[in-house]
């Protein structure tokens, strides 16, 4: 299978990441349409991405495509799909990047229509280094759900997995890294006053995540092993803190954005 058509409906963050790791990895995506109801989205996509055809605020252009990409938020996403039921083409794949509605809801918002697939896009994808996990709806054949994961197979890793995981993954991976990324950037800053150069600090930084990651997943060590490995822990008083703000928040979030 071929995809020749995309469409995208909403032209934010999603989107721009998504588009961004296609073009990182240079991969030059067939025919691609997209709306949004801000023409300033759509201006900012197309001033970095110039062979995205516009459509305005006009659903219907996009939907009328063969990929379907539905890049808007979860209280926006039932009267989007409302506005493109009429446009989808019958050999069309409808991917939902959005969590809280499962393929079932979609099917039911879409009159039946169940050639449906979704996906908990991961930033990292904007440089291929994504986590993207997908679950397929039963209107897809094995042939469509491998072309599928062969086409954002350059932004990352994309695993099917069961459907009812990806609202876990929203949090764990979809916005994953927001709990790092400000703690990651006053350690840079930090490191560039103590002498330190962007040469210096880029593999160093790197080496130390990635390194810290796998030894807390890999090293066969318990928790409490892994983190008594370094003797000085200059942030320990402000532990308690952080992980009660992760034990709070997070699952009410959860909450919020399950089915």
Not at 138 to 147: F, I, K
Not at 154 to 183: D, I, N, R
Not at 203 to 223: F, H, Y
Not at 227 to 256: C, H, N, S, W
């Amino acid at each position: 299978m071929n995809i020749q058509t995309v469409g995208f409906i909403g032209c934010g963050r999603i989107a721009r990441i998504l588009l961004g790791g296609f073009k990182a990895a240079g991969v030059a995506l067939p025919s691609v349409i997209a709306s949004d109801l801000n023409p300033e989205n759509i201006d900012k996509l197309r001033a970095a991405f110039p062979q995205l055809q516009s459509a305005g605020p006009d659903n219907a252009k996009p939907a009328a495509q063969q990929l379907v990409l539905l890049a808007v938020h979860p209280p926006a996403l039932a009267s989007v799909l409302s506005s493109i039921k009429a446009a989808l083409r019958p050999d069309a794949i409808v991917l939902s990047l959005a969590p809280k509605f499962t393929i079932a809801k979609l099917s039911e918002l879409l009159g039946g229509f169940d050639r449906l697939a979704r996906m908990i896009p991961n930033a990292p994808s904007i440089i291929g280094a994504g986590y993207n996990p997908m679950a397929f709806g039963s209107g897809l054949t094995a042939e469509e759900r491998q072309a599928l994961a062969a086409l954002f197979a350059p932004l990352g890793e994309c695993p099917e997995v069961a459907e009812s995981k990806l609202e876990g993954f929203a949090l764990l991976t979809g916005m994953g890294p927001t709990y790092l990324w400000f703690q990651l950037e006053a350690l840079r800053g930090l490191a560039e006053s103590f002498g330190l150069s962007s040469a210096d600090i880029t593999p160093a930084l790197k080496r130390t995540v990635c390194g810290a990651t796998r030894t807390l997943l890999e090293s066969g060590l318990s928790p409490a092993e892994v983190m008594d490995l370094v003797p000085v822990k200059p942030l320990a008083e402000d532990e308690t803190g952080i992980k009660q703000a992760y034990q709070t928040r997070l699952p009410a979030l959860f909450a919020k954005i399950k089915p």
